[in-house]
């Protein structure tokens, strides 16, 4: 198993720029979601989904987009890229939350927006 | 608005000694975690809490949960320089959503 995978590792960006950051699973999670962390901040909630075809948002959604057209794959499209959104991302899976489910996390995106 | 609290927010031990982190949060929530980080790495699960009295140790930590209080410690004893790292704690909210602490940086010195 590879478990939560993430490319690219690390990304800069100019100002208005746009650009996917991929998350891929092979656990058969039904849950992925997609992190920002900031210093002194801890990890944001940016978007999660429940299962193929369902997303949500959390508590930091504006500036970006997510999909989930299969199990397996979330990714995460930052529309119009700016420099408060240079951070690092990470997405994760698990079973169903609400039933004491860890997420296990990806390895992380770096994002540097100049 | 589910909200999670750590304190302290950064923690310089010396190695030997004993310390307790605490997590604070606002909802009845009964589903706890706490999780590692390196710098530079990603999250790691070290625990998970699914109920009020839960108490769960692995090496030097523990962590426990009281779900009346809404408060969940991890406590390390004689603290060694490997345990060096942030420690997150999180909570399940109602939204299928799980909220995160700020985290807890903590330094083991010799």
């Known amino acids: 198993n590879a478990g939560v995978t993430q490319t690219p590792k690390f990304q800069v960006l100019k100002t208005g720029q746009s650009m996917t950051l991929q998350c891929a699973q092979d656990m058969n999670h039904e849950y992925m979601s997609w992190y920002r962390q900031d210093p002194g901040m801890g990890l944001r909630l940016i978007h999660y989904s429940v299962g193929a075809g369902i997303t949500d948002q959390g508590e930091v959604p504006n500036g970006y987009n997510v999909s989930r057209s299969t199990t397996e794959d979330f990714p995460l499209r930052l529309l119009s890229a700016a420099p408060s959104q240079t951070s690092v991302y990470f997405c994760a899976s698990s079973y169903l939350l609400g039933r004491g489910n860890e997420q296990f996390f990806g390895p992380g995106t770096r994002l540097t927006v100049l | 608005e589910l909200k999670v609290e750590q304190n302290p927010l950064f923690l310089s031990m010396q190695e030997g000694k004993n310390y307790t982190i605490y997590c604070n949060y606002s909802t009845t929530s009964d589903r706890l975690y706490w999780y590692r980080q390196d710098p530079g790495k990603s999250l790691e699960s070290l625990f998970v809490?699914?109920?009020?009295?839960a108490v769960k140790q692995e090496g030097r930590l523990m962590a426990s949960l009281d779900t009346k209080a809404r408060l969940s410690t991890l406590h390390i004893t004689a603290a060694v320089h490997d345990l060096s790292a942030t420690y997150f704690c999180?909570?399940?909210?109602?939204?299928?959503?799980?909220?995160f602490g700020a985290g807890t940086r903590l330094t083991v010195k010799p």
């Open positions: 999180a909570v399940d909210g109602d939204l299928n959503d799980m909220r």
């Open positions: 809490l699914l109920s009020n009295g």
